[in-house]
């Protein structure tokens, strides 16, 4: 199984940081590489968790890779975390996690934590040399997403 994890600081509440993070349906708009991030069905509400299923595509238009798979999908606003999991379209096995901490006033800890085994071993070696760039784009993306959404509101 791949693994990566990165943590980025970000000026931003940890209830905002968790905000961009659990709006799934929101991730094609800022997410690289993602060109399809809808929600599929009904939204379960327990307290501070909401479970979901998102129908996500993935697109690697250089070397002309789509792939759409779908996520479950839990967040949880009280541990500041969004869960997906799939094992769906090209992925044996996925988990990401966001965890949001807070880091000082006005500041947050932001990682991704993704672990990922993909059905296809070429396209798994083609993906895992490119994944630690990758997930520095993503987190540079949620920092983008955050300065647009909130700006300077801090």
Do not use: C
Not at 71 to 95: F, M, Y
Not at 105 to 110: I, L, T
Request: charged content about 20%; hydrophobic content about 45%.
């Amino acid at each position: 199984m791949a693994h990566y994890t990165t943590t980025r600081r970000v000026h931003l509440s940890t209830d905002q940081a968790f905000a961009i993070a659990a709006d799934v349906a929101a991730y094609k708009e800022f997410l690289p590489l993602l060109k399809r991030s809808v929600i599929r069905g009904e939204r379960h509400i327990n307290g501070a968790e909401e479970r979901f299923d998102a129908d996500l595509q993935v697109a690697l238009e250089k070397l002309g890779f789509h792939e759409s798979f779908t996520s479950h999908v839990i967040t949880n606003s009280e541990t500041h975390t969004v869960t997906a999991t799939s094992s769906d379209g090209p992925l044996k096995s996925l988990r990401a996690v966001w965890s949001i901490v807070r880091a000082g006033e006005g500041a947050a800890d932001v990682t991704i934590t993704i672990d990922y085994v993909l059905k296809n071993m070429m396209l798994q070696m083609m993906v895992g040399s490119m994944m630690g760039f990758a997930t520095q784009k993503i987190m540079q993306a949620f920092e983008d997403r955050g300065q647009a959404v909130y700006g300077n509101s801090l």
